[in-house]
């Protein structure tokens, strides 16, 4: 028995008392007994359903040839899991079998088999061992017949995928990649290009500037001209491939690609 408690505590996680109760319910069998641990973890983790998480990690995976690439984002609610290498290791894991699974959709990826049973049932477990609620919160895949680079920041907490095509050396365009996906980690665009601005932005942003002209008492002919000066700065702000590049502040990021197109990204930050 006792060697039992051993083996099971030490591949579960779980506490001693509650593999021994595992243990005897399921009559010494101790593949049922981690069945009855993960039914008992998973109803564990409901009821941290009211606690915020707001905490976590980001983590990606990129295929051998660059092309494809899946990122998720799995929240906690202390950094102190965050740091725990179990809780690493599944979010690792699950950023792997969504590249296998190659879809960014959140609510099939759940549903979707994760070794005997699905990646909800193995998140569940997980927040029961771990006595944390942890919740899978985002993933999106990519893929191309460019390249695909990735960058998570060195707290984990901010990660980043860039996908360029046009590609004519790979070598090189994951290496511009990379500096692009550390720039988008940095600088936090909103958009890729100026057309995606969504209009009702625009025209918000357009008013609160008039308005703000205006009641600095600027004169009403000039009025125009400052705002239109202003929305291009907010297009060099939001706008990634109009943005002053993090590593060459004189250049704008659409003029280090070296002829690739920057074609997506993706930016995942915890809490945000």
Request: hydrophobic share 40%.
């Amino acid at each position: 028995m006792m060697e039992s408690i051993k083996k099971l505590r030490e591949s579960t996680g779980a506490g001693m008392m509650d593999v021994k109760k595992a243990l005897s319910d399921a009559n010494g069998n101790e593949e049922q007994a981690v069945a009855l641990l993960r039914e008992r973890g998973i109803v564990k983790a409901g009821k941290k359903d009211d606690r915020e998480a707001k905490e976590g990690l980001v983590a990606f995976v990129l295929s051998d040839d660059k092309k494809r690439a899946a990122i998720v984002e799995i929240n906690s609610e202390t950094d102190f899991v965050a740091r725990n290498s179990d809780f690493q290791a599944l979010v690792k894991s699950l950023a792997q079998a969504l590249l296998d699974n190659r879809s960014s959709d959140l609510e099939a990826f759940k549903a979707s088999a994760h070794g005997s049973s699905s990646v909800n049932e193995e998140v569940l477990a997980a927040s029961g061992r771990i006595g944390e609620r942890l919740v899978l919160n985002r993933v999106a895949y990519l893929e191309t017949p460019g390249v695909v680079a990735g960058y998570v920041h060195s707290n984990g907490k901010i990660g980043v995928l860039v996908e360029l095509d046009n590609v004519s050396d790979a070598e090189l365009a994951t290496n511009i990649a990379k500096d692009v996906a550390l720039h988008v980690a940095a600088e936090r665009p909103r958009y890729l290009h100026r057309d995606e601005v969504n209009t009702d932005d625009l025209e918000k942003e357009r008013e609160i500037l008039t308005n703000k002209a205006i009641n600095e008492g600027k004169p009403q002919q000039l009025v125009e001209k400052i705002v239109a000066g202003q929305l291009a700065k907010f297009y060099e702000d939001n706008v990634l491939l109009e943005q002053r590049f993090v590593k060459d502040n004189d250049k704008k990021v659409q003029d280090t690609l070296g002829g690739h197109s920057v074609a997506s990204f993706v930016r995942f930050e915890v809490g945000a």
